[in-house]
């Protein structure tokens, strides 16, 4: 036995399907729907080193006070990033970073840490080319804090460089000083390639 549709019936239906239909739009243009995903987690692969440097009384080992060792190591630049939250041993990687259009560049504000251990930061005005002059530090619970403010920051190789969400450089601070409170002068040579992945775009 086949039902009919009475003509009531299919302008109701028809009247449904519509508004379906529209509601659907409605949550297309507003962004809203299953396929929405929250931002990807920040990465980081860092290389850096602090020690001594070269220059005759100004960062040598009498200045500095320490030997010349592998500082914050996390995953390999080339090849390996980690993400925000990863434990390694009994700690976990934290990361936070912002990388953002700014003038003809980006800035960029990326700090990246074994938590409760050796940490590295990297901050100020990046462009696509030649070489920046930028800000980092070293940081060290055990040991203070080593910054300084117009490092050089250089594309080495590619695809090394700065875009929108993210970084990827090498920088050399000769002058990086004790600014732990209460400490006597020490300038130390900092290194460091650094990646960040997935940073605060805005």
């Not at 990297?122 to 300084?148: I, L």
């Not at 732990?180 to 002068?185: D, L, Q, V």
Request: net charge negative.
């Amino acid at each position: 036995m086949r039902m009919r549709l009475s003509k009531n019936s299919t302008k109701v239906f028809a009247t449904t399907s519509t508004l379906l239909l529209a509601a659907l739009s409605a949550f297309s243009v507003l962004g809203v729907g299953c396929s929405d995903s929250k931002p990807a987690t920040a990465k980081v692969a860092i290389e850096s080193f602090l020690g001594p440097g070269t220059e005759q009384d100004v960062n040598t080992s009498n200045k500095c006070l320490l030997r010349s060792e592998a500082w914050a190591t996390i995953g390999n630049p080339d090849n390996t990033t980690v993400e925000d939250g990863t434990a390694i041993d009994t700690s976990q990687v934290a990361v936070t970073c912002t990388v953002r259009p700014d003038g003809d560049g980006f800035y960029v504000d990326a700090k990246a840490e074994i938590q409760g251990r050796k940490g590295f930061s990297v901050f100020g005005h990046f462009t696509q080319k030649g070489d920046q002059k930028v800000g980092a530090a070293w940081s060290d619970p055990s040991t203070g804090v080593f910054r300084q403010e117009d490092c050089v920051a250089k594309y080495d190789h590619a695809p090394q460089n700065v875009e929108k969400g993210r970084v990827w450089a090498q920088v050399t601070c000769p002058h990086a000083v004790y600014v732990t409170s209460g400490s006597t002068e020490r300038i130390c040579q900092g290194t460091s390639e650094f990646r960040f992945e997935n940073c605060t775009p805005e």
